[in-house]
């Protein structure tokens, strides 16, 4: 089993709808991160966190410690946010070093 | 953005040479990392440097080794390339360790 775990794979929507990828976790963290890459292949960092909520225009990211469990939420959702999302953790044993998931590719449709 | 190049881009390689990547940075960020993405996994470590000449191994360094004698310049040998190393190779700095900043990304295949 991965250290971290995305959930769905793949996923198509359509212009406007509301969008939630998950990502699960299995060790300690210091903190989680949500990435994108586009289809240029270019990866840029979304969110770093590491309790609570963090917004930024119509991306939304939130983690449940206890749980072990973050999810990233599009609000009126673009053909431009389609992209690999990537979910990593920081692992309290791991220093600087991250474990990725294996992303999951959204499409969305005009 | 911080200002991470690699290079070459794109590389064509025949199974059992050497080949190099170079990834330089402009921001003086302490931490470098080399990662490499594949269909079906994340991407995954190959190695870490937190400091010049000081490296580490990540989970799938077999195969590769790496350089760091200057703050700026992080390199990535594969000492005899091989066709399991057909791969997306990224690199990321990183300041104190935890928001990565990544490079375009090099494509290599070996034939």
């Known amino acids: 089993k991965n250290e971290v775990e995305q959930s769905p794979q793949n996923l198509t929507a359509q212009e406007g709808e509301f969008i939630t990828i998950n990502c699960s976790y299995s060790?300690?963290?210091?903190?989680l991160h949500w990435l994108q890459q586009h289809p240029g292949g270019g990866i840029v960092s979304l969110f770093m966190?590491?309790?609570g909520k963090k917004k930024h225009g119509r991306l939304i990211a939130t983690i449940n410690i206890q749980e072990k469990h973050s999810s990233l939420h599009i609000t009126a959702s673009h053909p431009r946010d389609s992209a690999v999302y990537i979910c990593?953790?920081?692992?309290?044993?791991?220093?600087?070093?991250?474990?990725f998931g294996e992303g999951t590719q959204l499409t969305v449709n005009p | 953005d911080a200002g991470i190049t690699q290079s070459p881009r794109h590389k064509v390689t025949e199974t059992g040479t050497p080949v190099t990547l170079r990834c330089h940075q402009t921001?003086?960020?302490?931490?470098m990392y080399w990662y490499r993405q594949d269909p079906g996994h994340g991407l995954r470590l190959i190695h870490y440097?937190?400091?010049?000449?000081?490296?580490d191994k990540g989970e799938v360094s077999d195969g590769y080794s790496v350089s760091r004698s200057k703050t700026e310049d992080f390199l990535l040998t594969l000492e005899s390339a091989t066709s399991s190393q057909t791969s997306v190779y990224f690199c990321?700095?990183?300041?104190?360790?935890?928001?990565?900043?990544f490079g375009p990304g090099t494509r290599l295949t070996v034939t």
């Open positions: 440097s937190y400091g010049v000449k000081d490296t």
């Open positions: 060790v300690g963290i210091s903190a």
């Open positions: 966190l590491s309790s």
């Open positions: 990321a700095t990183a300041i104190q360790g935890y928001e990565q900043y």
């Open positions: 990593a953790v920081g692992a309290e044993t791991s220093g600087s070093r991250l474990t």
């Open positions: 921001e003086n960020h302490r931490y």
